[in-house]
């Protein structure tokens, strides 16, 4: 058996799942984004429910839009029925999530949640069924054949249902403006909190740690400079304490090929003029973004006069967490 190959067909058939349910797009979807805005805004709650692997997805798409600030719970279709109904509330809506549309559990629980004022959003790939003959709106989540050899496990429709239930967090994150700064307020811990939450002035180097010299200073003594604050660039200022340029390792590697009296030379002379730079005040995810677009081993920190403050070294990062 090629597992490879076998492998490779999975991926094919997953792929052309969610093509197929791309297509099938159209203005139920638009429909169900401003429900959702709409009961948000009015402070209700999304509900989700479903059976199975649905179930597992639901349980993905709740923690979703829960963590981009749309209120989610989660609701089992069996303990509904004995107490669970009391998270059910007038103005909520509910999503239903069942590739057959025929899932008895979620069929039976139907009329207790139809005795609330809640609307509900069909997410199936069987726009025909019970389930989307009750429901307010469908989102139709059909795929031409699952990636299981017999057509049975639900594999290509579970991505396709994850997939839309990702679209539909997404799409209702940007319908109500949710920034950069709420989604920190909501990962306060681990590394998006981290990275959300920290301003470069609280991870980079500083002090003695951070290597700083004038533009006369010869590069003899610019190298015992960086070699005291054990760094493997140094921030170079003009007379007035500005940055002007940077000097690396990399920078005195080069030159040694060509300078024999590089040593005496001074850092205006053989440093890189206008080396990339970051406020101090800044996001760490900013700093992060530049070492992502940037080829660059060390990033120098200036305060708002354009002074070298500090200076966060990439190797940093990962004990810091952020990456």
Known sequence: MNHLAQARKV????????????????????????????????????????????????????????STGSTSVVLNSVDALHGDLG????????????????????????????????KIIAITGAPKSSLAGHSDLVLNVRVPREACPFNLAPTASTTATLVMGDALAMAVLQARGFKRQDFAKFHPSGAIGRAMLSRVVDIMRSGPRNAVAGDNLTVKEALLVMTHAKSGSLSVVNGRGKLVGVFTDGDFRRHMATDEDLLAQPLKAVMTPKPICIR?????????????????????????????????????LPKLKLM
């Open 11 to 66: 991926f094919d058939i997953e792929m052309a799942a969610l093509r197929a349910v791309r297509a099938q797009l159209d203005g139920s979807f638009a429909q169900a984004v401003e429900l959702i805005v709409e009961t948000l805004r009015q402070r209700g709650k999304l509900i989700v429910v479903g059976i199975g692997k649905s179930g597992h997805v639901g349980h993905k798409l709740a923690a979703t839009l829960t």
């Open 87 to 118: 998270i059910v509330a007038d103005g909520d809506t509910v999503l239903a999530l069942s590739y057959s549309g025929e899932s008895e559990e979620l069929l039976n629980l139907l009329p207790a949640l139809k005795r609330f004022l809640v």
């Open 280 to 316: 101090d005040d800044a996001l760490a995810v900013e700093a992060l973004k530049v070492f992502n677009q940037r080829n660059i081993d060390d990033l120098i920190v200036v305060n708002a006069k354009h002074e070298p403050v500090g200076l966060v070294d990439s190797q940093d």
